[in-house]
């Protein structure tokens, strides 16, 4: 089945510790997004990518960074996660023909 | 103000009843409404799409889009208790990437 992949799906990492995430899709999506939930809050967008083009959200701190290597794999790097950190991230990917964001199971981060 | 309220819930129904969950929005410059369904510690999943007022029905699902009020309605009939989740709603435009959520109604249905 085609579909969005989240790897790893807990991820506990250290107060000031670089850390990546990753997502890849198998559905041939020209769009990519990384979101970031808190608890009981929405989704919020922090970046996405259109094929190569990256656009970043004018309120995403510098300390969150991505790379798309190729259509199908797209990585978001904490360069010095804070306990504020501490969050569900979410991959969403789109094709052209449609709106339609469909999303993988998520990360779950936790700052130590 | 938000630009997509939602009542956070919980909201708790009997097996077998009429939900309705709702959401106003704010931004008139929205085109396009989803909602989706999320379990506990699981991602979002997409469940309607609407392009323009008016409804849309799939199975038990019926979503329910009034512009001229801002307001946005998801019903579920016969609910089950698989049904039992957070529910997102979320609006855009065409042109930006942005989908703006709402906050989310926690459901919670008895068996």
Known sequence: ?112 | QKEVEQDPGPLSVPEGAIVSLNCTYSNSAFQYFMWYRQYSRKGPELLMYTYSSGNKEDGRFTAQVDKSSKYISLFIRDSQPSDSATYLCAGGNFGNEKLTFGTGTRLTIIP
């Open chain 1, 1 to 112: 089945d085609a579909m969005v992949i989240q790897n790893p799906r807990y991820q506990v990492t250290q107060f000031g510790k670089p850390v990546t995430l990753s997502c890849s899709q198998t559905l041939n999506h020209n769009v990519m997004y990384w979101y970031q939930q808190k608890s009981s809050q929405a989704p919020k967008l922090l970046f996405h990518y259109y094929d190569k083009d990256f656009n970043n959200e004018a309120d995403t701190p510098d300390n969150f960074q991505s790379r798309r290597p190729n259509t199908s794999f797209c990585f978001l790097d904490i360069r010095s996660p804070g306990l504020g950190d501490a969050a569900m991230y979410l991959c969403a990917t789109r094709g052209t023909d449609s709106y339609e964001q469909y999303f993988g199971p998520g990360t779950r981060l936790t700052v130590t």
